[in-house]
Nanobody, 126 residues
Framework: QLQLVESGGGLVQPGGSLRLSCAASGFTLDYAIGWFRQAPGKEREGVSCIPSSGGTTYYADSVKGRFTISRDNAKNTVYLQMNSLKPEDTAVYYC????????????????????WGQGTQVTVSS
């Protein structure tokens, strides 16, 4: 069974950076991996998704130019580098795995990935 474990969250000041990691165990080479977030009182939303091949990625408009997703299949790990963080980036961040295409995977109104991690808290505050 595929398992996902997030790490790297924490408290950071506005304008700061964090790198989240999603460590996967199980058969992950043919799964797309995505990062999602949920702020208090808000719906969970797709942040960024990367295909199994590491090709064309997807970013939500709110994070374009600030966040970068990458994957190291040798380590079964996907990263989310978050720069220029804003208070509105505060949320619990989850990674998920799916065989869907990245555009579909990152749109939770269309489909929900099958496998999820437990989440890691990111707080952006001065």
């Amino acid at each position: 069974q595929l398992q996902l474990v997030e790490s790297g969250g924490g408290l950071v000041q506005p304008g700061g950076s964090l790198r989240l990691s999603c460590a996967a165990s199980g058969f992950t080479l043919d799964y797309a991996i995505g990062w999602f977030r949920q702020a208090p009182g808000k719906e969970r939303e797709g942040v960024s998704c990367i295909p199994s091949s590491g090709g064309t990625t997807y970013y939500a408009d709110s994070v374009k130019g600030r966040f970068t997703i990458s994957r190291d299949n040798a380590k079964n790990t996907v990263y989310l580098q978050m720069n220029s963080l804003k208070p509105e980036d505060t949320a619990v961040y989850y990674c998920a795995a799916s065989r869907l295409g990245v555009q579909t995977m990152c749109n939770l109104r269309v489909a929900v990935p099958r496998y999820w991690g437990q989440g890691t808290q990111v707080t952006v505050s001065s």
